[in-house]
């Protein structure tokens, strides 16, 4: 049987496989992977992809549909029951064999709605292809924690997101990283970079894209029409999601990418998807953030704009931000201050001037309580939202402007 699994990183395998080998998860054999199950990681540099190698592949390399009899996703991805998480199970699906399925751990209503996680009733809500007295569901609750998702009376609709077009579009961008190299790598090393970053861009808008929903959907709800304002690294790709998301309203919105622009990303990105967004979405491109946000918008995001940008020029950011937001706007920042020493202390002064400032987590998708611990299936993820929570490191900085 041709089996993988994902994992988050290459330290958390052991216990991702012992989640779904364990006899008390799956007393009925009903889910057990086969024994030479093959391990897979969404940044792995490993893209000579055989399933008898006994390495570590690189989950986003491209696979032909229909290749695998099942898919399981590691308890250490923090899968979110979100827009692009939809999307995501969907383009999975696309690789499974007929008869195949993608095996995934669920949590409880309450705990998945807090964190943001799937549930039994979100899968179902979402992947159910059943009329109301016949036909048969994508979905099937196999044990405690374990749900398995497959093809049942019809395929569901599309869920165009930006993982639908990394899925559609990564083989061509590729090709063209490949052939329009001029460095003196061969191309397959070439191709092993170009992947890499992708996998890079499109993983980290998984995170980014998650806890914005929800801290939109969380201040504004989700019928309320919002626009965004957003400086950041992600060539459109977060605004993009946020104005096709169902669980948010958002209706126009304006995108500044800043520093390093590679052209093939940008055409791809932008061609992609403005037949979706009809002109909603203003996308430009800039090297420098003279004025970035002097227009006004419901929500200002900062996003990954560190080293590219100064200390003294994200406080001039943030003053610009604040003063142009309307009554009860949001300013969301985030950093992954862990490799800018300065960063974390700096960030917090400019921004616990101007208020409260509420944080977020990047691994649940959720508030981070000062009185309250949240809990994941996985050991080793429970200590990474100890820490998190400790040290601020990567955590989303929220503010909202008072009426």
Known sequence: MSQIVLH???????????????????????????????????LADHIDIDFNDGKVGNFFYPLPPNVLDRIYIGISVSLFANHWGSSFLLEL?????????????????????EKGFWSRSFLENTFLSRTRWRGM????????????????????????????????????????????????????????QALIELSQLIWQEYTSSAVIERIIADNFGRNHAVSVLHAGKEYGLLLNDLMLSQYVNVQSGTTWHLGENKRQIMDSVSQYFAPLTRGRHSLHERQDCEGLFQDSADVMIM??????????????????AWKSLPANGLLIVHEDVSSHEYALTDLDRIL????????????????????????????????????????????????????
Do not use: H
């Open 93 to 113: 699906l696309k690789q499974v064999k007929p008869g195949g399925a993608i095996i995934l751990p669920v949590y409880p209503e309450g705990q998945a709605a």
């Open 137 to 192: 569901s994508n979905i099937s609750a196999e044990n405690d924690g374990v749900m398995s998702l497959k093809v049942g009376r019809k395929w569901p609709e599309p869920i165009p997101s930006t993982i639908e077009w990394f899925y559609r579009e990564r083989s061509n961008l590729l090709l063209e990283f490949a052939l329009g190299s001029d460095s003196q790598l061969d191309t397959k090393a070439c191709v092993r």
């Open 303 to 320: 996003n990954n704009l560190y080293p590219e940008v100064s200390t003294a020029e994200y406080e001039k950011l943030i003053d610009q």
């Open 8 to 42: 988050l990183g290459k330290e958390y395998i052991e216990e991702d496989l012992e989640y779904y080998f364990s006899g008390e998860r799956d007393k009925n054999n009903q889910i057990r992977p086969d024994e030479k199950i093959y391990s897979m990681t969404p």
């Open 352 to 403: 616990q001037g101007k208020g409260g400032m509420v944080y977020y987590s990047s691994i649940a998708g959720c508030e981070i309580k000062p009185d309250y611990d949240l809990s994941q299936y996985s050991v080793a993820v429970e200590e990474n939202l100890r820490q998190e929570k400790n040290t601020k490191d990567n955590v989303f900085r929220l503010l909202q402007k008072s009426a």
